[in-house]
């Protein structure tokens, strides 16, 4: 995955209201668009059914594992309500300050991305596999040990705010479409070994914690991959006409101006000025009163 380089270095002033935009404009979106529980509930349903004839069920055993395991059910809990909130933001402000040139295209890239999700949450609304009917054999890890975070039963919400969430927005991840944002700016621009083992260490437990706790299907993490992928590509294109729009209603640049000497004036060696002298030595000539030579 290449990104282009821009000479221009980024201002805090400029990019810190473009983020909140655009993080508020996905946050209203996705309360927006919520979706009837009917319509999502039978594309849940429908995506499980896809899974199971093509033998991807992996949500089940991992579901169960984590509700049988509190020391993995916890923790899956934890990292699911809060690492996307923390890792996503401090990846954009190391950018920001140590690869301004690259952060740029990367920025466009998530940002991108994200509204393509969007659009997924507005046209396939989702219900979760913990909010499937109970006959489908999910639990909702993020209830069950709700007393020992600040969620409660609806998803990574603190306890009261549900309401504030969309909670059929499951398809696609951005979760894992997030995580794997991240892990490809640690892999291509950390240059340490450990850098490169969180790059890929990331993304992978977020897509089986988002499995585990019964926030997303498989197919679901599939689709943020793909929603990467998507944003990548469209990306560039955004990039050159955002570009082209800059220079179209750019200031034109001051003229430059004239030189103080005219073109035909010259200076001899040593001369900043024309007509300075800087040799302190006096003629002969001038000291006998004597006119001097013409030249």
């Not at 909010?131 to 998803?155: H, I, N, R, S």
């Not at 988002?210 to 299907?217: C, F, Q, S």
């Not at 302190?280 to 030249?295: H, L, M, N, Q, T």
Request: glycine share 8%; hydrophobic share 45%.
């Amino acid at each position: 995955m290449q990104l282009p380089h821009h000479a221009t270095r980024p201002r805090w002033w400029t990019e810190l209201p473009l983020i909140a935009i655009m993080y508020a404009a996905y946050s209203l979106g996705r309360l927006i668009v919520r979706g009837d529980e009917a319509r999502a509930t039978e594309h849940g349903l429908s995506i499980l059914r896809l899974e199971k004839s093509l033998h991807l069920n992996a949500e089940h055993p991992l579901n169960r594992l984590f509700t049988h395991t509190p020391a993995l059910g916890i923790p899956a809990d934890f990292i699911y309500a809060s690492l996307h909130y923390l890792i996503t933001p401090a990846v954009l402000i190391w950018l920001f300050r140590r690869r301004p040139t690259q952060y740029r295209a990367a920025r466009t890239w998530l940002m991108t991305s994200t509204l393509l999700g969007l659009i997924g949450f507005t046209f396939l609304p989702t219900c979760p596999p913990r909010l499937l009917p109970a006959v489908q054999g999910f639990t909702d890890t993020m209830a069950q040990y709700g007393t020992y975070g600040w969620w409660g039963g609806e998803a990574s919400a603190p306890r009261g705010m549900g309401g504030m969430t969309n909670q059929f927005a499951a398809m696609p991840s951005l979760h894992v479409g997030w995580a794997l944002w991240s892990g490809v700016m640690l892999w291509r621009f950390g240059g340490s070994r450990i850098t490169k083992i969180a790059a890929v260490a990331y993304p992978l437990t977020i897509t089986f914690v988002v499995m585990g706790t019964a926030n997303h299907y498989l197919l679901d993490a599939v689709a943020g991959v793909a929603v990467m992928g998507i944003g990548l590509l469209l990306s560039k294109p955004l990039l050159r006409l955002a570009d082209r729009v800059r220079a179209r209603f750019a200031p034109a640049p001051s003229a430059t101006r004239a030189p103080i000497v005219s073109p035909g004036c010259q200076t001899s060696p040593g001369e900043p000025i024309p007509g300075q002298r800087t040799s302190s030595r006096i003629p002969a000539e001038a000291v006998d009163g004597a006119p001097s030579k013409a030249r």
